[in-house]
């Protein structure tokens, strides 16, 4: 069965909420879809708008922070 998971944006009291989510069998294909979605973001120059100390925070439907990734 399939579960939603949101990649949140997050730098310190900041944060660029996911509001669609994107569906995935377990955290790890979770995390993988979250790590192609950081390389595109990292490809399209988008990237270069955000200064040190973000994160990408994955979450599930009850808000938990299930794993926090870095926005190099």
């Known amino acids: 069965m399939l579960k939603r998971f949101y990649f949140d944006l997050v730098k310190r009291d900041t944060v660029l909420v996911d509001e669609a989510g994107i569906e995935a069998a377990d955290l790890d294909e979770a995390q ?3 790590e192609v979605a950081l390389q ?5 120059g988008e990237a270069v708008d955000f200064g040190e ?3 990408l925070v994955i979450r ?4 938990a922070v ?5 926005v190099r």
């Open 40 to 44: 595109e973001f990292y490809d399209s």
């Open 32 to 34: 993988e879809q979250a």
């Open 66 to 70: 299930l794993k926090k990734l870095p």
């Open 53 to 55: 100390g973000w994160q």
């Open 60 to 63: 599930d439907g009850t808000g």
